[in-house]
């Protein structure tokens, strides 16, 4: 072999042992739970091991839950979009007016209740949210069950009982809906929530079942209280988002891959697993002493009087960016209703 050939071949072999290696990437990901609670065990980290067997090992993760990579909840979404992290979950209520058409499905006119219908409504209806995500590339939109009230020692059961006391809310429509009931709001992330209870900063909380084992929320509350036909108090949607030149960076195979495992592909599972994921919470409470209360049908149709005043609020605050709200509360509606058959 002549030595010009034979560099020729060291070189290409080079060339091509570099790009091998250039192909693999490992990506970060950051949330504020931590690593016992469900979402990270049940959700984040199962679908990194999928997109890591599908890819061979080229694609691999670094998982930073708790905010262990520094700063708050509400600066996750800054995180992802800035390159801080490759992969954030967070809340879309953590940073009101950056999703002000996904917002829509917060109501508590729109969410009736299982998480599973309003993820599946969030996806037949995406086309109509796509402006909301033009900073990040989304990798999932979904909703929890959806919220109850938690209340430290207040037993509820008509909205009266709620009447000057303060509640933890996890977006702004929750704070709009609890100052309809007469009780005042507080804003704060989930993992606040432990200590403003134990020291009665707060009366209560809404959140779902599924954050009770998380946060122990059984030891702090001793009454939890939604509709008795399970319905709840609206919802908060859920945002899995990847930074936006990361995932054009990928090779076209790879971010098929990560395609595979994103948006429709995913969200009917995550939406029955985000449903399934109430039952642990709500065994704990109960175990713990704690009291269940479904409001009479009379009782729950007052929150809900009082609540419809909140679809007409963000209506006016969405038509006044140019947003056609009709379209979106009417269709998101009529998605949730076709998929709670």
Not at 23 to 47: C, G, M, Q, Y
Not at 60 to 79: N, T, V
Not at 140 to 155: D, F, P, T
């Amino acid at each position: 072999m002549s030595i010009k050939k034979m560099m020729y071949t060291v070189v290409t072999a080079c060339l091509g042992f570099t790009q091998v290696h250039a192909d693999n990437v490992t990506l970060t990901v950051h949330h504020f739970l931590s690593s016992k609670a469900p979402p990270h065990a049940r959700f984040i980290e199962p679908w990194t091991r999928q997109i890591e067997q599908a890819s061979n090992g080229r694609i691999k993760f670094e998982i930073f839950p708790a905010m262990s990579l520094g700063g708050k909840p509400p600066e996750l979404y800054g995180q992802v979009r800035d390159g801080v992290a490759d992969i954030v979950w967070t809340l879309g209520g953590y940073t009101p007016g950056v999703f002000p058409r996904t917002e829509v499905f917060e109501l508590p006119s729109v969410h009736t209740g299982s998480a599973a219908a309003t993820t599946a409504a969030i996806q037949e209806n995406f086309s109509l949210l796509t402006e909301d995500f033009t900073d990040v590339h989304p990798l999932l939109v979904h909703a929890h069950a959806g919220n109850l009230l938690h209340m430290r020692n207040k037993r509820v059961t008509s909205v009266d009982d709620l009447k000057g006391l303060k509640i933890r809310t996890p977006t702004r429509t929750g704070g709009w809906m609890i100052e309809s009931w007469g009780a005042e709001p507080v804003g704060m992330p989930v993992p606040a929530v432990p200590q403003a209870l134990s020291k009665n900063n707060i009366d209560g909380v809404l959140v779902p079942f599924e954050i009770v084992p998380a946060i122990k929320l059984q030891e702090l509350t001793e009454y939890s209280i939604l509709g008795a036909d399970g319905s709840r108090f609206g919802t908060s949607v859920f945002m899995f988002m990847m930074n936006k030149a990361r995932y054009n960076q990928l090779p076209d195979d790879l971010r098929l891959i990560i395609d595979k495992h994103s948006g429709a592909a995913i969200a009917g599972q995550v939406g029955e697993l985000w449903d399934e994921m109430e039952t642990p919470g709500k065994k704990m409470q109960i175990d713990s002493g704690g009291e269940i209360i479904g409001l009479t049908a009379a009782a729950k149709a007052k929150f809900d009087a009082l609540s419809q005043g909140i679809e007409e609020r963000w209506a006016t605050e969405a038509t006044d960016r140019g947003i056609d709200a009709t379209t979106l509360i009417e269709s998101t509606k009529a998605s949730v209703i076709r998929a709670s058959r």
